[in-house]
């Protein structure tokens, strides 16, 4: 059922006058309340117990930095969202007691960077954590504002209001510059760092000569620019390899991933065979390898060794994880 772009969430269409709207605008975030104590459970410690609680929230993780006297200065934080996208607005949490705190005012910018899976060494880094080998943070510098090189995304936001937050500071951003890239973000849940695992190659990381064999009776098929080769809501009954160009993987027009020459895709759907959640289309004249479902069931049975290397690295995504 189509619906208006511009009309509030139904869940928030309700008469003024119910008793679940009482109260509703009223407050004010310059006000600060008074501090009540948190019914946590008997025997717990208060914070230790509260942080745990929310750590089972999985969050992005993010680097923030500004700059200040021609210096760069960033830390990691997780504390961070989207507030409105007319006009586009987000904001940040801080700590108090960190130096970014005191960096930030009304006015000023500060750089949100989405780290991608393959960057929490930097996370790390910028957390304060000692390192045996710290990596080289490069920075792009845009609108004044420096941002960490390679990340998934990049927010330059104009500190618009700043608000009482206990021990933190809230910092509303207009955003002022915003861009992305495809790749899987690193993710941080219940006190450390997670990884998302849909794109994570099971196939690929076979060695080379059984790979080989068992894509062997694969079906080469051409495809010209912008045809899809996978649907949304199909089954997962084929592997495919790029040979030749390349393909886009699309939700709903949004960019996903892409994939070149030798990388292989509908990895995990053609192990359980369920519907598959986005498309896939030819980004230019491309060529792919397709082999079926049933052609790498007869594959694994003729080399059951096959069938224990892939239990193995499927084990290993989710030691991984």
């Known amino acids: 059922m189509a619906t208006d772009p511009q009309a509030p969430p139904r869940e928030f269409d309700f008469p003024v006058s119910s008793p679940f709207a009482e109260g509703l605008g009223q407050s004010f975030l310059d006000e600060v309340p008074e501090v009540e104590e948190v019914d946590i459970g008997e025997g717990a410690d208060p914070v230790a117990e509260f942080r745990r609680t929310l750590g089972m929230f999985p969050t992005g993780v993010t680097i923030i930095t500004t700059q200040a006297e021609g210096q760069v200065h960033g830390m990691t934080a ?8 007319r006009p586009p607005l987000v904001l940040i949490s801080v700590d108090r007691r960190a130096k970014m705190n005191s960096l930030l005012h009304e006015g000023s910018r500060y750089g949100i960077s989405v780290l991608g899976d393959e960057q929490e060494a930097l996370s790390d880094h910028f957390a304060g954590r000692v390192l045996d080998d710290p990596p080289e943070a490069r920075f792009l510098l845009v609108r004044e504002t420096p941002l960490v090189d390679g990340a998934v995304a990049h927010i330059v936001a104009r500190v618009v209001r700043s608000y009482w937050g ?27 760092y997670e990884h998302v695992l849909a794109d994570a190659p099971v196939f690929g990381a076979l060695a080379p000569e059984r790979l080989e064999r068992l894509l062997a009776s694969g079906e080469e098929r051409s495809y010209a620019d912008g045809e899809r080769i996978v649907a949304a809501g199909e089954l997962g009954e084929e592997l495919y390899v790029v040979l030749e160009g390349a393909v886009r993987v699309e939700r709903g027009g949004a960019l996903l991933a892409s994939f070149a020459q030798g990388d292989l895709f509908g990895e995990v759907a053609v192990l359980d065979g369920r519907p598959r959640s986005a498309d896939v289309v030819a980004d230019g004249e491309t060529r792919c390898l397709s082999v079926s479902r049933d052609a790498i069931r007869e594959a694994i049975a003729a080399e059951p060794q096959v069938a224990w290397e892939l239990l193995g690295v499927l084990a290993g995504r989710l030691r991984d994880a």
């Open 166 to 192: 206990g021990d933190h500071s809230l910092f509303l951003g207009q955003v002022e510059f915003a861009r992305s890239r495809p790749g899987a973000p690193l993710l941080f849940h219940g006190g450390r």
């Open 78 to 85: 997780n504390a961070f969202m989207s507030v409105s996208l």
